[in-house]
């Protein structure tokens, strides 16, 4: 099984169990409720990444950084519900 499951440059899954996930190069949109429940503390989006879709990253617990490209242009509603564990974020300019 992949660790990326991607389609038109929409990541629609991600089946990694680890600590620190890097998203691929090419990803434009991460899909509604990708990373719902993992286990993940740190994830890194790619340059190239626009769209952050409803609930992404709904209920990872255990997030505490996340690094958004500067592409960024929207963050779609409840994308970081119950991530209550964040110390580090940054949004980048122009993100709606």
Known sequence: MSEFEIEN???LKCNSEKE???VPDGVKE????????S?????VLPEGVEIIGKSAFNGVMNL???VLP???KC???NA???????????IPKGVL
Do not use: P, T
């Open 70 to 72: 500067n592409s960024l």
């Open 30 to 37: 991460i899909g509604q409720f990708v990373f719902c429940q």
């Open 64 to 66: 505490e950084k996340i």
């Open 75 to 77: 963050i779609e509603e």
């Open 80 to 90: 970081f519900s119950f991530c209550c564990n964040i110390k580090e974020i940054i």
């Open 39 to 43: 286990k993940a503390k740190e994830i």
């Open 20 to 22: 620190r996930i890097v």
């Open 9 to 11: 440059d929409v990541l």
